[in-house]
Nanobody, 115 residues
Framework: QVQLVESGGGLGQAGKSLRLSCAASGSIFSINVMGWYRQAPGKQRELVAAVTSGGSTNYADSMKGRFTISRDNAKNTVYLQMNSLKPEDTAVYYC?????????WGKGTLVTVSS
């Protein structure tokens, strides 16, 4: 049973930073892609950023330059460094992973950015 557990959400201030972490656990041989999605109130879930096992990254245009995704393959962990936070970054952030052909989701962590 594979589990993705996010941490690091909470209340942030506009212009400041937060760092999210997501650890995958369970029977895992290899993880292809790990990433972050977010869903703001009343909106659809959207891709924030993703990173492959080789380190290639992909970002949503609105996050480029402010957010940085990274991963520690030895720890099966992905991180999202969020800088220059904006109130519109308020959302539930979900970790996602493609593991041996299967897609998994975390339960999400709420990020609230106050102005």
């Amino acid at each position: 049973q594979v589990q993705l557990v996010e941490s690091g959400g909470g209340l942030g201030q506009a212009g400041k930073s937060l760092r999210l972490s997501c650890a995958a656990s369970g029977s895992i041989f290899s993880i292809n892609v790990m990433g972050w999605y977010r869903q703001a109130p009343g909106k659809q879930r959207e891709l924030v950023a993703a990173v492959t096992s080789g380190g290639s990254t992909n970002y949503a245009d609105s996050m480029k330059g402010r957010f940085t995704i990274s991963r520690d393959n030895a720890k099966n962990t992905v991180y999202l460094q969020m800088n220059s936070l904006k109130p519109e970054d308020t959302a539930v952030y979900y970790c996602a992973a493609e593991i041996e052909g299967m897609h998994y989701w975390g339960k999400g962590t709420l990020v609230t950015v106050s102005s």
